[in-house]
């Protein structure tokens, strides 16, 4: 297919692609493979990119690693679904379970920026709540940090983003207005908000880190609809037009087509650097702090690469639990057609949004909840829906697309809830690399199916209620999350608040794959929010002096205290 | 099949030296228009299958000539082997089930009627599809590759994927198509930019 790729690594030679000008470079400082960097970060998306720029601004040494290329979106990514799947991780995965997720277009990226290069822009916030959802609402796990300051790390990323929303959000304690002003309401959104009005619920317009006013390089977003597949004009607020530039400017060094594929021990203990993949052959690099950013698939896998004799099921993993209580986010929908001209290709996909089903706890039989936004898919993407949903084609098929521009869409973002048994293992299989590729096992229990029909009853009567005739249903899945969880108990978790492996105590995880519970919100928010928040402990542990002794754990915080003297 | 076209006089190529279309676009879609890849991973027996597939899957109008071309999009992606991204435990793999499917498609229509899927009527090929769709088949190469996992899971989606992937498939469902740098400004119910389709009663 034609592809308008970088073919080789463009940051390198003292300089990286300044994404927001056309053939423009900006400096950037390198380091060589035997500096010792403060830390090596895996992964360069919502969380690696964002703890890439907050590490550096607060002046430590940085190398961050992406396996993807070095995109510049307004010369290379076209308005052509094909064209940009591209910006995907379509290396093969093994999928498994009973309920086989699809991995690829809309979970996966591989790029520098990863999946926020082609996200949806969704910018939501946990209900407060979720944070202790075991001790208040009765399932999952609680978290290990508060909401109360979380909250105060997603003011920092939504100024950060200048998240375009409502003055007011509906749901949940008071918040001051957002940075910028909400974008318009599109036919698509409005069919929502009829839906909704008429069955006695809010709803609001969307908030999303696409700008809504200049910013700095980045014009207002001009509405195309291609958000999904990469913004071409930079209106979007991703990591690689927000985070990495700051990264940039804050003497952070990038290394684009970069596959790390170990991670090495040192006989001390403690990590010591990492083995990528660039232009054709292995290097190493060291560093004193080694941080996992590749998302809820590839963290897992490269601990699991990394096994050696001291951790021969993994680095991390003493316990067995990396990989594990592995979530997705069910994505159920429901379709139907409007006698209007609805044109749902037109501005970001999901432009309104209802969360009364996170904030609601009555009338529910299930745990957990769900936020439900309007649709927006190309042809491509809706084909595909009639297709593997409904198996159409031939005449039928025909039939359905003509309807193309008077459909509206309703669909979840269905809370899970964590499972042991829903897991990333290592599959017998190689990559390119010799690595070993990752087989990611799924199915849905009881709960979630319950949490699911009730969404898709709920919607069924919003969309007829806003006027749509002949609807129908489609499943699929979101994100990933879990599989190295966060907690404060080293035998139930990964690692500790600050993403710190209770094993090692100079191996870090920074991205979704933290979620103790995975809430009926779009993660990256949440994602970048928790890397704003290790990048201050961080901070806070290296003026103490506390980076260099194993993290604590009121649960054994005694018997370490003896091992580690 | 002729069909009444709901938005005549519409294309979207027509706006491709307007600001909807940016350069990258354009060098992208020129190339699937004018230069559709050779046949390079299928054989010559297994394309015939392919394509005559293709025809049912999407039935295009009888007055486009010619029609859009979905087979060499697929022999290219088999060919550069680009997976989605996923593989079904338990499943051969994109490229193998490719092979396999079409031969036993090809096998199906022969057990049941008694001719090669490309020689049976349109009717007939439908019938066959509808059998692989449902599972109700007995082709034995089946036992390796579930019927309806492969027909819904594969065949479907990398037919529909290649069709609306073209200008034209865009044109008939009235798609603003490429956009960017010009994107649009009229958003609300029945509301359209002077550079998209409008819909005829």
């Known amino acids: ?46 969380g690696g990119g964002t703890l890439a720029a907050r590490l550096a601004e607060a002046g430590f040494s940085v190398v961050a690693f992406d396996a993807g290329p070095w995109f510049r979106p307004l010369e290379e990514f076209a308005s052509d679904e094909l064209e940009q799947t591209k910006l995907y991780w379509t290396d093969n995965r093994i999928v498994a379970g009973d309920n086989p997720i699809e991995l690829g277009h809309n ?15 969704v910018a939501l916030r946990f209900r407060p709540e979720w944070f202790k959802a075991r001790t208040k609402l009765g399932y999952g796990a609680d978290w290990p940090v508060s909401w109360q300051e979380m909250w105060r790390y997603y003011d920092e990323v939504e100024d950060a983003l200048k998240i375009a929303g409502p003055v007011r959000f509906p749901w949940g304690p008071p918040r001051r207005r957002y940075p910028y ?45 291609f958000c999904v597949i990469g913004c071409s004009t930079n209106a979007k607020q991703s990591a690689l037009v927000v985070w990495i530039p700051r990264a940039l400017a804050a003497g952070a060094e990038i290394r684009d087509l970069a596959m790390v594929g170990r991670i090495e021990l040192g006989p001390n203990g403690l990590v010591a650097g990492v083995h990528y993949h660039r232009e054709g052959e292995w290097r190493f690099q060291r560093a004193k702090n080694v941080v996992v950013a590749g998302y809820a698939i590839e963290t897992p896998r490269l601990l699991l690469n990394s096994a050696c004799p001291q951790f021969p099921d993994g680095l991390a993993n003493s316990n067995g639990l ?128 319950r949490l699911r029909r009730h969404a898709v ?15 129908w249903e489609s499943e699929s899945t979101a994100h990933l999350n879990g599989s190295c969880r966060m907690g404060e108990d080293p035998a139930t978790s990964v690692v500790n608040a600050d993403g710190r492996s209770w ?48 993290a604590a754990s009121p649960a054994r915080t005694a018997a370490r205290a003896v091992e580690w003297s | 099949m002729t069909e009444r076209n709901r938005f005549p006089g519409y294309s979207t190529l027509a706006k491709h030296d307007t600001p909807s279309w940016n ?44 029609n859009v071309p979905i087979a060499p999009f697929i022999d290219q992606k088999m060919a550069e082997n680009r997976g989605d991204g996923f593989q079904q435990a338990g499943l051969p793999g994109m490229q193998q089930e490719w092979r396999r499917g079409l031969s036993a498609i090809d096998t199906e229509a022969r057990l049941r009627f008694g001719a090669a899927f490309v020689d049976l009527p349109a009717g007939r090929q439908d019938d066959v599809l509808h059998m692989v769709q449902d599972g109700d088949v007995c082709a034995p190469a089946w036992a390796d590759l579930p019927a309806q996992q492969f027909f819904k899971g594969r065949l479907l989606i990398d037919i529909v994927t290649m069709y609306y992937a073209h200008p034209q498939a865009w044109d008939e469902i009235g798609f603003g198509g490429p956009a960017s740098p010009r994107g649009y400004v009229r958003m609300g119910f029945d509301r359209y930019d002077p550079w998209e389709a409008v819909e005829h009663a």
């Open chain 1, 322 to 449: 990396v990989g594990k209580y592995f979530m997705v986010q069910s994505n159920d929908a429901v379709w139907g057609t409007m006698d209007e001209e609805i044109r749902w290709y037109k501005g970001p996909p999901s432009l309104a949004l209802t969360e009364h089903w996170n904030y609601t706890d009555t009338g529910k039989d299930f745990f957990g909840g769900y936020a439900y936004m309007s649709q927006g898919p190309l042809p491509i993407e809706f084909a595909r829906t009639l297709a593997s949903g409904r198996g159409l084609w031939g005449q039928a098929l025909r039939d359905a697309m003509s309807n193309y521009i008077h459909m509206a869409g309703l669909k979840i973002c269905g809370e899970v809830l964590p499972r042991e048994h829903n897991r990333v293992e290592l599959a017998d299989a190689t990559d390119e690399y010799g690595l070993r590729t990752a087989r990611v096992v799924f199915g849905y229990c009881d709960n979630d199916n």
């Open chain 1, 181 to 225: 002003r909400p974008h318009e309401v599109n036919a698509a959104g409005l069919v929502l908000a009829h839906g909704a009005e008429k069955l006695g619920i809010k709803w609001c317009p969307t908030p999303l880190a696409t700008v809504s006013a200049p910013r700095g390089l980045s014009p207002p977003c001009v509405y195309r609809g």
């Open chain 1, 503 to 550: 094993d090692i105590p100079n191996l870090w995880v920074c991205d979704g794959s933290l979620f103790p519970t995975v809430g009926g919100v779009n993660p990256s928010l949440t994602i970048q929010a928790l890397a704003c928040r290790t990048a201050d402990r961080i901070k806070a542990m290296a003026a103490r002096g506390e980076l260099d002794r194993p």
């Open chain 1, 1 to 46: 297919m034609p592809e308008i790729v970088p073919p080789a690594p463009r940051g390198k030679d003292g300089r990286a692609p300044d994404v927001l000008r056309p053939g423009g470079w900006v400096p950037m400082r390198q380091y060589r493979d035997n500096d010792e960097v403060d830390f090596a970060i895996v992964g360069t998306g919502a």
């Open chain 1, 107 to 121: 979970n996966s990226g591989k790029a520098v920026g990863g999946s926020t290069v082609h996200f949806a822009m």
């Open chain 1, 457 to 471: 009853l709920f919607m069924r009567d919003a969309l007829a209620a806003a006027g749509a005739r002949d609807i």
């Open chain 2, 23 to 66: 350069a990258q676009t354009r060098a992208v879609v020129d190339k699937r228009l004018n230069d559709p890849p050779p046949r390079r991973f299928f054989t010559e027996e297994e394309w015939s299958v392919l394509v005559a597939i293709c025809a049912r899957i999407i039935l295009q109008p009888t007055q486009r000539d010619p």
